[in-house]
């Protein structure tokens, strides 16, 4: 079992739409939780950091933290076009830095 | 701020060559540095992880004589990729962390480069 599991989609919605991003995980040792988007050809950015349980806001984007359920989301509200890309969870170790990565979920928003 | 620049972008070499690919932190002291390899439409695979001074640490599966990892200063890392061969194509990113006061480790991570080995 993989310790970090992201459905890769493609996921494809309409502009405007309420995207929703997931991560499962498995091992409860891990602490720290982000979010990167990453498109086409081009190194990933971190969108989101999130420590521990609970949910966070950035303009658009809402990410939580279901720690009870080993469960992440990533929220987009008002997908734009300019959304398109590959989101990629991650996930901290409590004491480590090893980043673990999910497979990335395509998101395609239609104009 | 948090600023990882890699070069060059891209590259073509013939078969057999040496291949060497640069990751800069320009704003900040990186502790340590990672090279990530990424295959289409799959997710970064950690190759290595490297702290300045010392000799980097490989993940199972990654030669170390193949993929030669120099981190000289705490903003420069460098990957060779030595006798590169077709299948070595691929894209190479690299990320860079800085101690951030008891909180997780966040990497900041370059825009990546293309290699391509003819």
């Known amino acids: 079992q993989k310790e970090v599991e992201q459905d890769p989609g493609p996921l494809s919605v309409p502009e405007g739409a309420i995207v929703s991003l997931n991560c499962t995980y498995s091992?409860?040792?891990?602490?720290?939780f982000m979010w990167y988007r990453q498109y086409s050809r081009k190194g990933p950015e971190l969108l989101m950091y999130t420590y521990s349980s609970g949910n966070k806001e950035d303009g658009r984007f809402t990410a939580q933290v279901d720690k009870s359920s080993k469960y992440i989301s990533l929220f987009i509200r008002d997908s734009q076009p300019s959304d398109s890309a590959t989101y990629l969870c991650a996930m901290i170790h409590t004491g480590g830095f090893k980043t673990i990565f999910g497979a990335g979920t395509r998101l395609f928003v239609k104009a | 701020g948090a600023v990882v620049s890699q070069h060059p972008s891209w590259v073509i070499c013939k078969s057999g060559t040496s291949v060497k690919i640069e990751c800069r932190s320009l704003?900040?002291?990186?502790?340590?540095m990672f090279w990530y390899r990424q295959f289409p439409k799959q997710s970064l695979m950690l190759m290595a992880t490297?702290?300045?001074?010392?000799?980097?640490?490989?993940e199972q599966g990654v030669e170390k004589d193949k993929f030669l990892i120099n981190h000289a200063s705490l903003t420069l890392s460098t990957l060779t990729v030595t006798s590169a061969h077709p299948e070595d194509s691929s894209f190479y990113i690299c990320?860079?962390?800085?101690?951030?006061?008891?909180?997780?480790?966040?990497?900041?991570f370059g825009p990546g480069t293309r290699l391509l080995v003819l």
């Open positions: 990320s860079a962390s800085r101690t951030s006061g008891g909180e997780g480790e966040t990497q900041y």
């Open positions: 490297s702290n300045e001074g010392s000799k980097a640490t490989y």
């Open positions: 704003d900040f002291q990186a502790t340590t």
């Open positions: 091992n409860s040792a891990f602490q720290y």
